[in-house]
């Protein structure tokens, strides 16, 4: 009985010391390291860069598609003009999934359609009570955020059912030309302002940025100008030449589209002390 009391004493000072030494997550970018560029056949508007699969997903300015890239070549399509399923009356914007998945914006036809990560069409979200859905993002797995052009402001929409959540921003946006969001933020930038509105995830305005603003993982702002790319919580700094269209970012990864080109960067971490 001793034998067993010692040693589960022993075990708990093991545990007890195992978990003093574990690491926090690393909070801030040392650099941002660009690992390719692709070049496309035509102008794109808007990319994702899937980094499990390596897949690039672009969507293409004047063609109502959006196109999946591997190992340097188109391996499939989604959509083109037409009323169907797996095609758009008017493809305005896009968002990607933690897996791969793709939700795709028809603002004519007032509907957001979901894709697997190979371009199958999987459903359909109809987006009731709104006039001109025109920018789309993700917030997690269970809600997606689109702006209504109409009424300026933003609408939050539960994935599972396709009911209306809440809205806000009528009061705070005038246009939306790129629209990011994750768990704790939406960010709707102004490119004609080159200026960032940052909300809460429930809708709280918290203020405003110059330049396109991300965040990562740890919630680091990153901010996208035709200057530079800069962390706003650290020194991380990197030129960019050519005019910045977009920036989208995927776990510790960023795809910014210029003109034809999609410029793919690692953010790179500085070691946890």
């Not at 009323?83 to 914007?93: A, C, K, R, Y």
């Not at 359609?113 to 371009?119: E, H, I, L, P």
């Not at 960019?240 to 793919?264: F, P, W, Y």
Request: aromatic share 10%; proline share 3%.
């Amino acid at each position: 009985m001793k034998r067993t009391i010692v040693l589960l004493a022993l075990l708990l000072i093991l545990i007890g010391a195992c978990s003093s030494n574990k690491r926090t997550p690393p909070m801030e970018i040392a650099t941002f390291s660009l690992f390719d560029t692709v070049s496309f056949p035509e102008s794109i508007s808007k990319a994702y860069y899937h980094p499990g699969s390596k897949a690039i997903y672009a969507m293409e300015e004047n063609t109502h598609r959006i196109l999946i890239w591997k190992g340097g070549k188109q391996v499939n399509a989604i959509g083109g003009m037409g009323s169907g399923n797996t095609s758009f009356m008017s493809l305005s914007d896009f968002a990607m999934g933690k897996d791969g998945s793709i939700y795709a914006l028809d603002s004519s036809a007032r509907v957001i359609k979901r894709f697997n990560a190979d371009g199958k069409y999987i459903n359909s979200i109809q987006l009731d009570y709104v006039q001109q859905p025109s920018k789309l993002a993700l917030g997690t797995e269970q809600n997606v955020y689109v702006f209504d052009a109409a009424s300026s402001e933003i609408i939050a929409y539960d994935i599972l059912d396709s009911s209306e959540l809440y809205r806000f921003g009528r009061f705070q946006l005038q246009r939306v030309d790129q629209l990011f969001a994750n768990r704790d933020y939406v960010v709707a930038y102004n490119e004609i302002n080159d200026e960032s509105a940052l909300f809460s995830s429930l809708g709280q305005h918290i203020s405003n940025h110059t330049g396109q603003i991300v965040y990562d993982l740890y919630n680091n702002a990153i901010s996208l100008s035709n200057e530079a790319l800069v962390s706003k919580m650290s020194a991380a700094w990197l030129p960019l030449s050519g005019k910045a269209e977009s920036v989208t970012i995927s776990k510790d990864n960023l795809a910014i589209v210029v003109g034809r080109q999609v410029r793919l960067l690692k953010l790179d971490y500085a070691p946890v002390r």
